[in-house]
């Protein structure tokens, strides 16, 4: 699975991570290479290091929010 080693890795280290919640963690591999206020500043600075390799970048949140949408949603009319 994609990404496999770098959710394991954020799972891993989340309780170090939540002081940064809200902000953006890049992480690479089973390192957690710094964090960001902003999405794109994350995402520029792991194509920077990384380029093509594999990388995560992920909102820090304590609590993931699960969100359901049905396929059949677009059937239904208003």
Do not use: N
């Not at 991570?17 to 520029?44: M, N, P, R």
Request: net charge positive; hydrophobic share 40%.
């Amino acid at each position: 699975m994609p990404l496999e080693k770098e959710l394991e890795t954020y799972k891993a280290k989340l309780p170090e991570l939540k002081q940064f919640e809200g902000k953006y963690v890049l992480i690479h591999g089973d390192t957690v290479v710094d964090t960001f206020t902003s999405y794109e500043d994350a995402i520029k600075a792991g194509y920077k290091q990384f380029g093509l390799e594999p990388f995560l970048v992920k909102q820090i949140k304590s609590i993931e929010t699960v969100q359901f949408i049905s396929r059949f949603a677009r059937f239904c009319k208003a």
